[in-house]
């Protein structure tokens, strides 16, 4: 598969400009390699980026222990003082970087948690969020909890 920049001008598709129209369309079975070469510019335009390194390759919005939304989350579980996350599919290397957020209460989303993470492994992780016995509320549950994982894929 090649990419040619063509100016609008060049086409003589019969679809007028103002269409909605599919210009490039790639198949499955290019899609990895389009993932892992392509690119974007800077603002600047000094430097490049490749889009593969820069995603997020795994993510989840926890309330308590039900998962409210995810990518890459095969599963997690209530370990006690910390949550058990479960990827769907490994990492390369347990090197990654997790960045993690939440809130003390879910309607009181101005209060911070602290969190931790521990254990790592290229399929799983320990996260360990505050609950809301340690914020101040009677409950002892785990509260709104969010990660995002930034690494390489195996």
């Known amino acids: 598969m090649a990419l040619t920049k063509v100016n ?4 003589n598709t019969g679809v007028s ?15 990895a390699t389009l993932l892992t070469t392509a690119v974007i510019n800077s603002e600047g335009g000094a430097v490049t980026t490749n889009i593969a390194q820069g995603l997020s390759k795994q993510w989840v919005s926890v309330t308590n222990t039900t998962v409210n939304d995810s990518l890459n989350t095969s599963s997690i579980s209530d370990g006690g003082d910390w949550l058990n996350v479960n990827h769907t599919n490994n990492m390369a290397n347990d090197d990654y970087a997790v960045a993690t957020g939440g809130s003390q209460s879910y309607y009181q989303s101005n ?12 399929n799983t992780r320990k996260e360990f969020p505050m609950t809301e016995a340690e914020a101040g509320y009677a409950g002892g549950a785990f509260i709104l909890h969010t990660s995002a994982l930034h690494g390489d894929l195996a």
Do not use: K, M, P, Y
């Open 8 to 11: 609008r001008g060049g086409l």
């Open 111 to 122: 209060r911070g948690t602290a969190i931790g993470v521990a254990n790592v492994a290229t």
């Open 17 to 31: 400009d103002s269409s909605n129209a599919t210009f490039l369309s790639v198949d499955a079975s290019e899609v």
